[in-house]
């Protein structure tokens, strides 16, 4: 046994992935996961900085784990860390170690690095899930898109998308674990592309897996629920798709939306209503 870690997850679905990703390297090099902080020799608390609310959390959490765990070795990962970084701001004192991409799998080596382990030089499939009826499968990350409020892009890179045949071992892994409700996740979910096909071509491949389970989709910005991807989803039917779609509204004021630098207007999001409507019939619903 190489220690005892323990993990805390702020922030969105894409982090409760890469913690359950990191959790998994983890243990494949020896590390055995504890429930309670106390017990732990390290101890991971993946940030977010979406909000400064969810700042504030973070340093709570923080402050929080060296509290009840004054001998283990606390660390930083995920994007409040980052942010600090960016800014060239100094770590809270309550920290031992601070990697903004640390918990995230392009950023796992520096990690392992700090803790003076040896790089696998590749990292594993989720095989299961703590929820085993449930998990969070992501399959994109980051933004090309520059919204005046938001400052992830800074803080998760450009948009990227995992590859089509690693995602769908990944998902029939978690099936045969036991999983009954996959929940695609992702920072732009919408922008999942391969070669020119995009987010249809995903969900008709996950849907084609042999196994007893549901989709659901993440958030999709509206000007990403193109006609290809409705047909898809309709075609499925509430049996294997959940409902309802998860379609961002920040604002009904056209004026507000352009300020934003968002890409759809009041008139095309009633119009994606209507055309989703119209695909899935009286069993349509949107939040």
């Known amino acids: 046994m190489k220690g005892r870690v323990w993990f805390e997850t702020l922030g969105c679905k894409a982090n409760q992935y890469d913690t359950e990703k990191l959790r998994a390297l983890l243990e494949g090099l020896g590390w055995v996961p504890v429930s309670e902080p106390g ?18 959390k973070s340093r709570q959490a923080l402050s929080r784990a060296r509290k009840l765990a004054p ?38 080596h520096r990690l392992l690095q700090a803790l003076g382990e040896e790089d ?8 299961n899930y703590r929820q085993r009826h449930r998990a969070f499968l992501k399959v994109q990350d980051g933004c090309d898109f520059h919204c005046t409020y938001c400052v992830i892009p800074s803080l998760r890179g450009p ?3 995992r590859p089509l045949p690693d995602v769908l071992e990944e998902a029939a892994s978690l099936v045969r674990a036991g999983t009954r409700e996959l929940v695609l996740t992702g920072v732009c979910l919408g922008d ?19 196994g007893t389970f549901r989709l659901r989709l993440s958030s999709v910005d509206p000007e990403r629920v ?10 499925a039917g509430t049996c294997r798709v959940c409902p309802p779609l ?17 890409r759809y207007r009041a008139g095309d999001f009633r119009s994606i209503l209507k055309r989703a409507g119209r695909v899935f019939g009286p069993s349509f619903s949107f939040t």
């Open 120 to 127: 696998p030089g590749g990292f594993p499939f989720l095989k």
């Open 192 to 210: 999942w592309r391969e070669k020119d096909q995009g987010l249809e071509k995903l969900v008709q491949g996950l849907l084609e897996l042999k």
């Open 71 to 108: 001998r283990a070795k606390v660390a930083a990962l995920g994007c409040w860390a980052k942010r600090l970084e960016n800014l060239g701001k100094p770590f809270p004192q309550t920290c031992d170690l601070a990697l903004g991409e640390g918990a995230r799998e392009e950023g796992f």
């Open 159 to 161: 948009s990227r998308s």
């Open 246 to 262: 998860l379609l961002p509204l920040q604002s009904g004021s056209d004026r507000v939306l352009k300020r934003m630098g968002r």
């Open 226 to 235: 193109t006609p290809a991807l409705l047909e898809v989803l309709g075609g």
């Open 39 to 56: 017990d732990a020799d390290l101890v991971l608390v993946n940030t977010c900085a979406v909000t400064s609310v969810a700042e504030k």
